[in-house]
């Protein structure tokens, strides 16, 4: 079973977890959704495709753009369809 976790908050947890150049992307379904604001932030991966951000909003703070999912990944990264990763500062414990 793998968590993510933010300013003492459990955001996610999954014992379905893909791992992709060392991220844990984990289900849509199971991060709640009472701490993801949308965002505007994309980015461009060259083999994955656009990817789109969420700010995680715990305990009073913001954590700007730091949750990213790709909403129609390249064939070559199907695998990460529908799932959500996460970066500064959210740990991530398996």
């Given at each position: 079973m793998a968590e993510?976790?933010?300013n003492d908050t459990l955001i996610a947890k999954s014992d379905d977890i893909v791992r992709?150049?060392?991220n844990a992307y984990f289900p849509r379904a199971a991060i709640d959704d009472a701490v993801l604001r949308d965002s505007s932030t994309t980015s461009i991966c060259p083999w994955?495709?656009?990817?789109?951000?969420?700010?995680?909003a715990a305990n009073g703070?913001?954590?700007r753009d730091a949750a990213w999912y790709y909403p129609d990944p390249?064939?070559?990264a199907k695998e990460i369809a529908g799932r959500v990763a996460f970066w500064k500062g959210v740990e991530v414990r398996d």
């Open positions: 993510a976790w933010w992709v150049e060392g994955k495709g656009t990817a789109h951000y969420f700010t995680i703070a913001e954590n390249k064939p070559a």
